[in-house]
């Protein structure tokens, strides 16, 4: 005789076809919202870098053109997508010159005091040049001149006297001491003002991958691969130049001549490297600009 069937566990045919459809809808759903928030996430890592190097150009330019003299031949060369100019790196005063010793010696750069008569963002050294402030014989500013003298090696330490602009606590502090082309004038004097400068050129270039940079070499490009300092932007060809110069007079009229130029004004533009989908952009590379410009103070 045969005993009443147990029922078995599990799942029919039927309910398991069924488990399978929702799952691989539900996964298939999950697989587009991730892979919707990974294009999101690489689109706006993309675009916030692009602005950033926009902005990191346009913050370095001007902190170097500001104390650009055109009356004193600051400015080199010009182009539309280059600029050779002499860039202050460092302001100090004099300490007592040495009768015809071609050298100029400036105070320590940190004083018992806390004060502050010698600064630099770089060391000058072989190449550069130090402008120093001859003061003419009468109160009219029309006979005060900066004179240039080429730094010809690196400085070495000083013992000078800085006569009263230093305390006693400083009278043993090392200080600079620079080589020097020619010697001084004998009207240099004890405090006398000193602004060094370094021949840099800022341009568009290709790098060894293709991209496009703004670039910076010191003292000229010729023979040497500018550094990349931002970038990548767009290509140099055409009109829409990933870093463009426009430089122009007093009268606002476009100049060539650096000796004229009492504005330069300048364009960023630059580029996603990759596909953006996010927000109102669609599968498109979003490009930004930034155009700035800075007025020439010490201009003729």
Same mark, same amino acid.
């Given at each position: 005789?045969?005993?009443?069937?147990? =029922?078995?566990? @599990? #799942?029919?045919?039927?309910?398991?076809?069924?488990?399978?459809?929702?799952?691989?809808?539900?996964?298939?759903?999950?697989?587009?919202?991730?892979?919707?928030?990974?294009?999101?996430?690489?689109?706006?890592?993309?675009? /916030?870098?692009?602005?950033?190097?926009?902005?990191?150009?346009?913050?370095?330019?001007?902190?170097?053109?500001?104390?650009?003299?055109?009356?004193?031949?600051?400015?080199?060369?010009? !182009?539309?997508?280059?600029?050779? #100019?002499?860039?202050? /790196? @460092?302001?100090?005063?004099?300490?007592?010159?040495?009768?015809?010793?071609?050298?100029?010696?400036?105070?320590?750069?940190?004083? =018992?005091?806390?004060?502050?008569?010698?600064? #630099?963002?770089?060391?000058?050294?072989? +190449?550069?040049?130090?402008?120093?402030?001859?003061?003419?014989?009468?109160?009219?500013?029309?006979?005060?001149?900066?004179?240039?003298?080429?730094?010809?090696?690196?400085?070495?330490?000083?013992?000078?006297?800085?006569?009263?602009?230093?305390?006693?606590?400083?009278?043993?502090?090392?200080?600079?001491?620079?080589?020097?082309?020619?010697?001084?004038?004998?009207?240099?004097?004890?405090?006398?003002?000193?602004?060094?400068?370094?021949?840099?050129?800022?341009?568009?270039?290709?790098?060894?991958?293709?991209?496009?940079?703004?670039?910076?070499? !010191?003292?000229?490009?010729?023979?040497?691969?500018?550094?990349?300092?931002? +970038?990548?932007?767009?290509?140099?060809? +055409?009109?829409?130049?990933?870093?463009? &110069?426009?430089?122009?007079?007093?009268?606002?009229?476009?100049?060539?001549?650096?000796?004229?130029?009492?504005?330069?004004?300048?364009?960023?533009?630059?580029?996603?490297?990759?596909?953006?989908?996010?927000? +109102?952009?669609?599968?498109?590379?979003?490009?930004?600009?930034?155009? &700035?410009?800075? =007025?020439?103070?010490?201009?003729?």
């Amino acid at each position: 005789m045969t005993g009443p069937r147990s =029922a078995r566990s @599990g #799942f029919s045919l039927v309910e398991l076809i069924v488990i399978l459809a929702l799952s691989t809808i539900v996964m298939g759903g999950l697989t587009s919202v991730l892979v919707r928030q990974q294009r999101f996430y690489r689109g706006t890592a993309d675009l /916030i870098e692009t602005r950033s190097q926009i902005r990191q150009a346009a913050g370095i330019i001007p902190s170097d053109l500001r104390g650009v003299s055109t009356a004193g031949g600051d400015i080199i060369a010009i !182009s539309d997508t280059s600029m050779l #100019f002499r860039a202050t /790196i @460092g302001q100090a005063l004099a300490c007592a010159p040495v009768p015809l010793a071609n050298r100029i010696d400036i105070p320590p750069l940190t004083l =018992a005091n806390k004060n502050t008569l010698a600064s #630099f963002s770089m060391t000058p050294g072989l +190449g550069d040049t130090v402008f120093v402030y001859h003061d003419g014989a009468t109160e009219a500013a029309g006979d005060d001149v900066w004179v240039p003298y080429g730094i010809t090696g690196a400085p070495t330490m000083s013992s000078v006297s800085c006569g009263d602009l230093i305390g006693s606590a400083d009278l043993t502090t090392p200080r600079y001491s620079f080589p020097l082309a020619s010697p001084l004038r004998a009207d240099v004097t004890p405090g006398t003002p000193l602004r060094f400068v370094r021949r840099t050129r800022y341009t568009l270039f290709t790098a060894s991958d293709g991209a496009w940079y703004l670039g910076y070499c !010191s003292p000229d490009c010729a023979g040497s691969t500018p550094q990349p300092i931002a +970038g990548p932007f767009l290509s140099g060809a +055409g009109g829409t130049a990933g870093v463009a &110069f426009t430089f122009r007079k007093a009268d606002g009229a476009i100049t060539a001549i650096p000796d004229s130029v009492a504005e330069v004004s300048i364009v960023v533009r630059g580029r996603t490297r990759g596909i953006v989908d996010m927000g +109102g952009y669609k599968n498109t590379q979003v490009g930004d600009s930034l155009r &700035f410009s800075v =007025a020439i103070r010490n201009r003729k």
